[in-house]
């Protein structure tokens, strides 16, 4: 398992503070950079839930910071993480959407959005690897 996986992984068993899916997506990547989780988690605050309004999951926001701060903000590289998403969650990256379908499944919440901040971070970790950016 790669360090921002466990990084990750680690962030969302916690039941001490919560993290939101996108700081749980957004913090490890910020750390190996050197931003203080503090920071990274303050950066990430408002992003979850859909921008607490059900609209882009957080895990993808989170995804889409972390490539940014990566310097990855060539459209291609951008629409292929979301081309990637939408294969995995019948075309939708709304957290509304991804909750609804994922109510139909029958899958509790938690297990949903852990699997959504697990998929994103391994995503983006694949995108930072192809483009040279981590080891």
């Known amino acids: 398992m790669s360090q921002y996986l466990e990084h990750s992984k680690q962030l969302r068993a916690r ?3 919560h993290y939101n899916c996108n700081q749980a997506v957004f ?3 910020a750390a ?3 931003i203080d989780e503090t920071t990274a988690m303050a950066i990430g605050a408002n992003f979850g839930a859909g921008m607490r ?3 882009t999951c957080g895990a993808i926001t989170g995804g889409l910071m972390a490539l940014g701060l990566y ?3 060539d459209p291609k590289i951008v629409n292929q993480f979301y081309r990637e998403l939408r294969q995995n969650h019948q075309n939708c990256l709304d957290c509304a959407d991804l909750l609804r379908i994922n109510k139909e499944t029958g899958t509790p919440k938690k297990v949903h959005c852990d699997n959504m901040v697990f998929e994103c971070v391994e995503l983006v970790e694949k995108i930072l690897r192809d483009q ?4």
């Open 53 to 55: 309004m059900a609209a």
């Open 27 to 29: 913090i490890p990547f």
């Open 15 to 17: 039941t001490d503070v």
């Open 132 to 135: 040279n950016k981590i080891s």
């Open 71 to 73: 310097g990855i903000d």
């Open 32 to 34: 190996a950079l050197g």
